[in-house]
């Protein structure tokens, strides 16, 4: 019995320890078993066997490929050109509402991320802002109002702002809603930023909505679930709709195209006939079932807002976002695309600006601008590239453009090089030097809108001049606003025409903006330190 304890433990013991502790002497072997002197000498064998294997090479953690975890999508467009008036005096583009590329951005810098540049839509940034324009008055549903003044970034160059002003329509007076909720359920939403938020945006949604207007709800993920089927928003149907809401959880595969194929069906089997029929499409637009190309997605959307059905597009999430498919649906769906990554964005958006978001005034809004020659070289219309037309289209009523809802505003800014400037327009001098001597008027240009009544077809047209007065040296705090922002876009896309501008620059200029009571002008600026620090 002590033998067999003593060979056991002999056997057990681990090839670290001296040889002279694990292996009996020379002398002491011949009195062993065979069976013993023979395990003693195989194991003897692979401790030394064991001694000559070289370590392995550990790479450090920082040289191993780590997956990219970001697959955000972003469409970049090539700039806005300057123009020769005098060879293409003529300007045309639809009007865009969407103001998600400012909220995405915050989003980014509050990261201490650089934005994107494809992320970076300045026509969005300056849009996100309020502006103290006209109201409409009359039949038509549009105000316009323009004003030049200097380029704050070139100081050989000036700014010319149009700004146009929805009327708001009192609530008392809007039609009933059909409104179809989609929402992506899948397993990308999980996130905190993502499904929990989107859940409590819409509650904030639900709280303007009125008892004539009715909800209906298709989720999907790997398939569509038409949930809900349209809910009056009583108190009760509003509480119906919001515990549905909390009882939402995130998995599965993404199946949008089949989940926007249910919501339209549901808006379409439940029409109300010249009412407000809109489907709220809310996802990260990360589609991976199903036709899900941006071709097809437009396509699609395309084919069903002739029936008088919108589209709204809500943006949540970081990471796997494709704002470059959420941007096709809601410019070919007659709606428009907002981006929400926090509960004061969703307040903002669906809740103070709900029936902008909602509800349609005036649809296919397009802006003309005939620029005189004779006082005014060369001009770019700044953003607003995935919206430029030829002129062709401005009067083509089949062409589809940008839609304004109630108490939208839209501002554009032009800039131009003055007729008297030596400037060389993509490096090429006309051979007609006195451009003046073309005609007599003092007008810079000549200004046209284009627009149709939401159930109607056929196009109504406006026109007026862009007069000499237009002309300021101190703009008003809508221009002084709109430009700020506009310098900031430049510097964040680092534009080939930003001219002057830097960040050092924008600081000082800055404090131009007044603050405004919903604080919009004081994050602006925080922002702004923040991007000059990256």
């Not at 002197?37 to 195989?42: C, I």
Request: negative net charge; proline residues 5%.
């Amino acid at each position: 019995m002590k033998k067999t304890i003593l060979i056991l433990a002999l056997f057990l013991s681990g090839c670290t320890m001296s040889t002279q502790k694990n292996f009996p002497s020379k002398e002491t072997n011949d009195e062993m078993p065979i069976l013993y002197q023979q395990d003693v000498a195989l194991k003897k064998e692979y401790c030394e066997k064991v001694k000559k294997i070289e370590p392995p090479t550990i790479t450090p953690q920082e040289d191993i490929p780590q997956p990219n975890l970001n697959t955000e999508d972003y469409d970049s467009q090539e700039e806005n050109p300057f123009v020769a008036a005098l060879t293409t005096p003529i300007s045309v583009f639809g009007v865009d509402v969407d103001k998600a590329s400012y909220s995405n951005i915050r989003r980014m810098l509050n990261n201490s991320h650089r934005p994107t540049v494809g992320a970076v839509r300045i026509e969005e940034m300056i849009n996100y802002f309020d502006y103290n324009y006209p109201q409409p008055k009359g039949n038509c549903p549009i105000e316009i109002s323009t004003q030049l003044s200097d380029c704050p970034w070139n100081s050989k160059h000036q700014l010319m702002r149009i700004g146009l002003q929805a009327k708001i329509i009192n609530t008392k007076e809007l039609p009933s809603a059909n409104l179809v909720f989609l929402i992506d359920v899948s397993g990308s939403m999980s996130d905190e930023n993502k499904l929990p938020l989107l859940v409590k945006s819409f509650k904030v949604l639900i709280d303007g909505l009125r008892p004539q207007d009715r909800v209906s709800i298709v989720t999907y993920s790997g398939q569509a679930n038409p949930a809900i089927e349209p809910t009056e928003c009583s108190k009760e149907g509003k509480d119906k709709i919001i515990k549905y809401l909390e009882s939402l959880s995130a998995s599965g595969y993404t199946n949008g195209s089949e989940g926007l194929e249910k919501a339209y069906q549901m808006a379409e089997k439940h029409l109300v006939k010249n009412g407000n029929n809109r489907v709220i499409l809310a996802t990260d637009g990360d589609f991976n079932i199903g036709p899900s190309s941006n071709s097809e997605m437009k396509e699609f959307v395309e084919k069903h807002r002739d029936k008088g059905i919108f589209l709204t597009v809500l943006g949540f999430g970081m990471g796997n976002y494709k704002d470059s498919k959420m941007q096709t649906l809601a410019d070919y769906g007659n709606g428009n695309y907002a981006y929400i990554d926090n509960l004061s964005e969703a307040k903002k958006s669906l809740g103070t600006e709900l029936w902008g978001t909602l509800y349609t005034v005036a649809k296919d809004v397009k802006i003309l601008v005939d620029f005189n020659p004779a006082k005014i070289k060369a001009y770019r219309l700044i953003g607003y590239e995935n919206r430029v037309m030829s002129a062709e289209d401005f009067r083509n009523d089949k062409k589809d453009a940008g839609d304004m809802g109630s108490g939208h505003s839209v501002t554009a800014l032009y800039e131009i090089i003055p007729a008297s400037s030596s400037e060389k327009i993509n490096n090429i001098q006309s051979e007609y030097t006195s451009a003046q001597t073309l005609n007599n008027s003092e007008n810079f240009a000549t200004l046209r809108f284009r627009y149709k009544n939401p159930n109607d077809t056929t196009a109504l047209e406006k026109d007026f001049p862009v007069l000499k007065s237009a002309y300021t040296k101190t703009p008003d705090e809508d221009f002084i606003l709109a430009a700020t922002v506009t310098e900031f876009g430049l510097l964040l896309k680092d534009s080939k025409y930003k001219g002057e501008a830097t960040f050092e620059k924008l600081l000082k200029d800055m404090q131009n903006l007044k603050s405004d009571s919903k604080g919009y002008t004081d994050e602006l600026k925080v922002l702004i330190r923040k991007a000059s620090e990256l």
